[in-house]
């Protein structure tokens, strides 16, 4: 069963497109959305993170988007760069204290020149 | 000034032999994960501890045996290998600010 849902599998856009990358979970006890980036080779680093009680969060190129009712929340990468080609997943933490992270499936992101 | 380091970072090892990962974080944390992370890309957590106590502790084999000797450090013992256990194996670590940070993985290759 898998907790965190993500899509899609992979994505191909132009230089300077924008990329989305969206995810949707059941479990409601789920209280922060990191998004992971990976490149080949490299452990996963946190790109950027909401919590639920914001619908938006923004930091340079990179914007979550959080549908609280809706259950979704989405990644938008604006201008993309050939340099963002990696792996992103999606994450969702409960709020038990255990602080285990549920990751999504990945995306795998290519930006073609 | 590596953050969260793992030793070895490639291992190639017959079947039912057994072997250990090495993990090691200088940030001060007091909280070390282990992911594997399949041929698919797939993340999924195996164990976590807490200043040495084990917190998580998902369905996994008891083949695999985490062991914490301090807060800086935690190794993953695996047993009897079996084809299946080929994989990235990732450490992590926190410091309850919600952010793990990753170490670099150890490819494992059971031939």
């Known amino acids: 069963q898998q907790q965190v849902k993500q899509s899609p599998q992979s994505l191909i856009v132009q230089k300077g497109g924008i990329s989305i990358i969206n995810c949707a979970y059941e479990n409601t006890a789920f209280d922060y959305f990191p998004w992971y980036q990976q490149f080949p080779g490299k452990g996963p680093a946190l790109l950027i993170a909401?919590?639920?009680?914001?619908s938006e969060k923004k930091e340079g190129r990179f914007t979550i988007s959080f549908n609280k009712s809706a259950k979704q929340f989405s990644l938008h990468i604006m201008d993309s760069q050939p340099g963002d080609s990696a792996t992103y997943f999606c994450a969702a933490r409960e709020n038990f204290g255990n602080e285990k992270l549920t990751f999504g499936t990945g995306t795998r992101l290519t930006i073609i020149p | 000034d590596t953050a969260v380091s793992q030793t070895p970072k490639y291992l190639v090892t017959q079947m039912g032999n057994d072997k250990s990962i090495k993990c090691e974080q200088n940030l001060g944390h007091d909280t070390m994960y282990w992911y594997k992370q399949d041929s698919k890309k797939f993340l999924k957590i195996m164990f976590s501890y807490n200043n040495k106590e084990l917190i998580i502790n998902e369905t996994v084999p008891n083949r695999f045996s985490p062991k914490s000797p301090d807060k800086a450090h935690l190794n993953l013992h695996i047993n009897s290998l079996e084809l299946g256990d080929s994989a990235v194996y990732f450490c992590a670590s926190s410091q309850r600010t919600y952010e793990q940070y990753f170490g670099p993985g150890t490819r494992l290759t059971v031939t």
């Open positions: 909401i919590r639920p009680d914001v």
